[in-house]
């Protein structure tokens, strides 16, 4: 079960938190707020702020990309992004969560016959982002994002951080360079997986021919 808080209401401004602020953008408005934001927002951006992902930048400017986002509550078990989801959107994991990564493995026989199944790959402690790389190209989920302890997260959708990097050049640079450093990161891993997948495939391979 998610169970999702009401919108933050700001009362010097009226502006609500949440994804519609995409469709109906007043970024003046916005920074406004995040120079006030209250205690609830202020909250959130210090159990968030020192994600990978938001690295360098301001309290005030995380709290402008929390601001077009939607609150979720999770309890254990509960599937915060599901495999093969196409949802652009990012998930700021805050501070005192915990999730496990999970995905299929998929191979072609004779390996695939007996590594088939789901395979836990890791788990990340929050603050962390989770889902970033749907930003930068549509596609499908690439694994199964589980909450393993309550927790809280903040979705921001892509067609919101569109429009705000686009008047905030600060955030939208700061953003997508730690993308980018995320995607090289990940690129050293999965070579080095990619060599000894290799070399297993071809072990098992040579020994399924003996045998």
């Known amino acids: 079960?998610?169970?999702?808080?009401?919108?933050?209401?700001?009362?010097?401004?009226?502006?609500k938190m949440g994804p519609h602020?995409?469709?109906?953008?007043?970024?003046?408005?916005?920074?406004?707020f995040s120079k006030d934001m209250g205690p609830v927002m202020a909250d959130w951006v210090a159990r968030g702020k020192k994600a990978n992902m938001l690295a360098e930048l301001t309290d005030e400017e995380v709290a402008q990309i929390f601001f077009g986002g939607e609150y979720f509550h999770y309890?254990?078990?509960?599937?915060?992004?599901?495999?093969?989801?196409?949802?652009?959107?990012?998930?700021?994991?805050?501070?005192?969560?915990?999730?496990?990564?999970?995905?299929?493995?998929?191979l072609p026989p004779p390996v695939g016959d007996w590594?088939?199944?789901?395979?836990?790959?890791?788990?990340?402690?929050?603050?962390?982002v989770v889902g970033h790389f749907n930003l930068l190209s549509s596609t499908v989920r690439?694994?199964?994002?589980?909450?393993?302890?309550?927790?809280?997260?903040?979705?921001?959708?892509?067609?919101?951080?569109?429009?705000?990097?686009?008047v905030n050049l600060?955030?939208?640079a700061t953003l997508f360079k730690n993308i980018g450093k995320a995607l090289q990161g990940q690129l050293r891993f999965t070579n080095n997986d990619v060599?000894?997948?290799?070399?297993?495939?071809a072990l098992a391979s040579r020994a399924l021919r003996k045998g």
Do not use: C
Request: hydrophobic content about 50%; charged content about 20%; overall charge negative.
């Open 1 to 15: 079960m998610i169970a999702v808080a009401a919108p933050v209401v700001v009362a010097k401004n009226g502006l």
């Open 21 to 32: 602020l995409a469709d109906n953008f007043e970024y003046s408005k916005i920074e406004e």
């Open 75 to 106: 309890e254990p078990g509960d599937v915060i992004i599901p495999w093969m989801d196409t949802k652009d959107s990012m998930f700021v994991l805050l501070a005192e969560g915990r999730v496990r990564i999970i995905t299929p493995i998929i």
């Open 115 to 128: 590594l088939s199944g789901e395979k836990s790959l890791l788990e990340l402690p929050a603050p962390q």
């Open 142 to 166: 690439s694994a199964t994002v589980e909450a393993i302890v309550p927790m809280d997260a903040i979705e921001v959708q892509k067609a919101y951080l569109d429009k705000l990097t686009k």
């Open 170 to 172: 600060h955030v939208g």
């Open 195 to 201: 060599q000894n997948l290799t070399v297993a495939v």
